[in-house]
């Protein structure tokens, strides 16, 4: 019997952005708002995120053919397709037509009101939803015209749904943003709230580091997807190319 799970899966966070260097100024400086003018969705990548970037890709080239992705689903975020295609370029892979999809429902975890402000920023201009997210926690927090983590978990079961539909028994690479790399995880390795806030609170998902699963037959008809790699980052050592963890904006205390 077939597997209806990708043979193997692969995480990726995308590299550094001009986001994740404006809100790091910002913080430093103990500003309330991120000097950044972009809409989320349009920050580029820094020059440091396209070296990450690249070498992710030279990791995935020195993989055996049969062991690279055949499907590339990406996050339509700026950023994450700069990652995306770079991986693409660097790892001389398929780009061909079907292999290269980009999916809304990978898009960065939605921050409504509290876009562009920093920790700073959130607790000065909205005293009251700061203490509000410290009582409710960050999984079910949701801030008005934004997402909580269980709105991003809603639509990422959707985004499987149609994975195992589509790609069963293909070698699928996944890039997209920090919320759902965590998500995703929760996901697959069936976790609960606890476990994988416990997992959030040991620092955030380093960027362009690799999570992978790989598809393994209990018996005839049962195949689960056991976790390989979690926030590998022999790539970016490989290339010397600084690592960065950074978390994406706008940040708040952890619970």
Same mark, same amino acid.
């Given at each position: 019997? %077939?597997?209806?799970?990708?043979?193997?899966?692969?995480?990726?966070?995308?590299?550094?952005?001009?986001?994740?260097? /404006?809100?790091?100024?910002?913080?430093?400086?103990?500003? /309330?708002?991120?000097?950044?003018?972009?809409?989320?969705?349009?920050?580029?990548?820094?020059?440091?995120?396209?070296?990450q970037s690249m070498a992710v890709g030279d990791w995935f080239a020195k993989l055996p053919a049969e062991a690279q992705p055949e499907?590339?689903?990406?996050?339509?975020?700026?950023?994450?397709? =700069?990652?995306?295609?770079?991986?693409? =370029?660097?790892?001389?892979?398929?780009?061909?037509?079907?292999?290269? $999809?980009?999916?809304?429902?990978?898009?960065?975890?939605?921050?409504?009101?509290?876009?562009?402000?920093?920790?700073?920023?959130?607790?000065?201009?909205?005293?009251?939803?700061?203490?509000?997210?410290?009582?409710?926690?960050?999984?079910?927090?949701?801030?008005?015209?934004? =997402?909580?983590?269980?709105?991003?978990?809603?639509?990422?079961?959707?985004?499987?749904?149609?994975?195992?539909?589509?790609?069963?028994?293909?070698?699928?690479?996944?890039?997209?943003?920090?919320?759902?790399?965590?998500?995703?995880?929760?996901?697959?390795?069936?976790?609960?709230?606890? /476990?994988?806030?416990?997992?959030? $609170?040991?620092?955030?998902?380093?960027?362009?580091?690799?999570?992978?699963?790989?598809?393994?037959? $209990?018996?005839?008809?049962?195949?689960?997807? %056991?976790?390989?790699?979690?926030?590998?980052?022999?790539?970016? $050592?490989?290339?010397?190319?600084?690592?960065?963890?950074?978390?994406?904006?706008?940040?708040?205390?952890?619970?």
């Open positions: 019997m %077939q597997s209806t799970w990708p043979r193997t899966l692969w995480l990726v966070r995308h590299g550094q952005s001009a986001g994740n260097v /404006a809100r790091d100024a910002a913080e430093s400086q103990g500003l /309330a708002v991120i000097d950044i003018s972009w809409r989320d969705i349009d920050v580029p990548l820094s020059d440091l995120g396209v070296e499907v590339i689903l990406c996050s339509p975020y700026v950023r994450a397709m =700069e990652t995306a295609r770079l991986v693409v =370029e660097h790892g001389g892979l398929s780009d061909e037509r079907g292999r290269f $999809r980009v999916d809304e429902r990978l898009r960065e975890k939605e921050f409504g009101i509290l876009d562009r402000l920093t920790k700073f920023g959130i607790q000065q201009k909205h005293p009251e939803l700061d203490e509000q997210r410290s009582h409710v926690g960050k999984f079910y927090f949701r801030p008005p015209g934004g =997402e909580s983590w269980c709105d991003v978990i809603l639509r990422l079961r959707s985004l499987l749904e149609m994975v195992t539909r589509e790609y069963a028994d293909k070698r699928v690479l996944v890039v997209a943003h920090q919320v759902i790399v965590n998500c995703m995880r929760y996901l697959l390795e069936h976790m609960d709230e606890k /476990a994988i806030l416990d997992i959030d $609170r040991q620092g955030d998902v380093p960027n362009c580091a690799i999570t992978s699963y790989r598809a393994e037959r $209990r018996n005839e008809e049962d195949t689960v997807l %056991q976790l390989d790699l979690v926030n590998f980052l022999a790539p970016l $050592r490989e290339a010397r190319t600084p690592i960065t963890n950074e978390p994406d904006a706008p940040t708040a205390a952890r619970p």
